[in-house]
C-alpha cells in the first residue's frame, strides 16, 4: 500500500497563476517531508524539504504547507512559469532514513 | 563532478533475456540507492547501498533481481530472466549519508522488455 500519496497524476494551470501541489501520507511517524521535480530524461532533483516541527517553508517562488494533523503537504508556486513545468514527486523519509516517495504528479504551466 | 552516470539509457530486449544496469554514483557518497519509475507504482525503492554493502533490499520485487556494489564507484542491477512487466525507468542515486536531502539522481535507465 502506498504510504505517500499524490492523487492527482495531472495539473494545468495558467503562466503567472497559483500552482497547488498535493500529497498526502500514512505513518505518523514520518517527520521529514520533500519535494523532486523531473524533467522528461532527466533524473528527480531536490526542490524544497520541511521538517515535521514546522507548518510551513518558503523559497522564493516555493512554499511547502504541512498539515500533520491531516498527514497532508502541499507544494505552492507563485507565480507558475512555463519552465516549472514538470512531475513533481512528493516524499517522506522512512525510519532508516530513506526516501519514500509519491507517484508524482505531471504540472503543465501553459503561457 | 559529472554527477551520477547510468549506463544504457535506453534498453531494448526480448523476454527471458538478461538485462544489466549499470551506476557509477558521486565520488565520495557512501549511499547508492536503486529506484524504479513506473506509472502505477511511481518511484519505488529497490535496495540500498552503504559503503558498498547492502543495507535494505526488501524492495527488490523478485528473486530474478539483483544487485552488487563491487567498490565505491561502481554498482550494476541485474534481472534475469527479464519479463514485460518489468519495463520502467530504472535510476540509480547517491548520497552523502542517508539523512540528506540532497539525493543526487542519474538520468535513468529506460528499459523495455518485449
Known amino acids: 500500500d502506498q504510504q505517500v500519496k499524490q492523487n492527482s497524476p495531472s495539473l494545468s494551470v495558467q503562466e503567472g497563476r497559483i500552482s497547488i501541489l498535493n500529497c498526502d501520507y500514512t505513518?505518523?511517524?514520518?517527520?521529514?517531508f520533500l519535494w523532486y521535480k523531473k524533467y522528461p530524461a532527466e533524473g528527480p532533483t531536490f526542490l524544497i524539504s520541511?521538517?515535521?516541527?514546522?507548518d510551513k517553508n518558503e523559497d522564493g517562488r516555493f512554499t511547502v504547507f504541512l498539515n500533520k494533523s491531516a498527514k497532508h503537504l502541499s507544494l505552492h508556486i507563485v507565480p507558475s512559469q512555463p519552465g516549472d513545468s514538470a512531475v513533481y514527486f512528493c516524499?517522506?523519509?522512512?525510519?532508516?532514513?530513506?526516501?519514500?516517495f509519491g507517484k508524482g504528479t505531471k504540472l503543465s504551466v501553459k503561457p | 563532478d559529472a554527477g551520477v552516470i547510468q549506463s544504457p539509457r535506453h534498453e531494448v530486449t526480448e523476454m527471458g533475456q538478461e538485462v544489466t544496469l549499470r551506476c557509477k554514483p558521486i565520488?565520495?557518497?557512501?549511499?547508492l540507492f536503486w529506484y524504479r519509475q513506473t506509472m502505477m507504482r511511481g518511484l519505488e525503492l529497490l535496495i540500498y547501498?552503504?559503503?558498498?554493502?547492502?543495507?535494505?533490499d526488501s524492495g527488490m520485487p523478485e528473486d530474478r533481481f539483483s544487485a552488487k556494489m563491487p567498490n565505491a564507484s561502481f554498482s550494476t542491477l541485474k534481472i534475469q530472466p527479464s519479463e514485460p512487466r518489468d519495463s520502467a525507468v530504472y535510476f540509480c542515486?547517491?548520497?552523502?549519508?542517508?539523512?540528506?536531502?540532497?539525493?543526487?539522481f542519474g538520468s535513468g535507465t529506460q528499459l523495455s522488455v518485449l
Open positions: 542515486a547517491s548520497s552523502f549519508g542517508i539523512y540528506n536531502e540532497k539525493l543526487f
Open positions: 505513518n505518523s511517524m514520518f517527520d521529514y
Open positions: 520541511i521538517s515535521s516541527i514546522k
Open positions: 516524499a517522506a523519509r522512512g525510519s532508516q532514513g530513506n526516501l519514500i
Open positions: 565520488s565520495g557518497h557512501d549511499y
Open positions: 547501498f552503504n559503503n558498498n554493502v547492502p543495507i535494505d
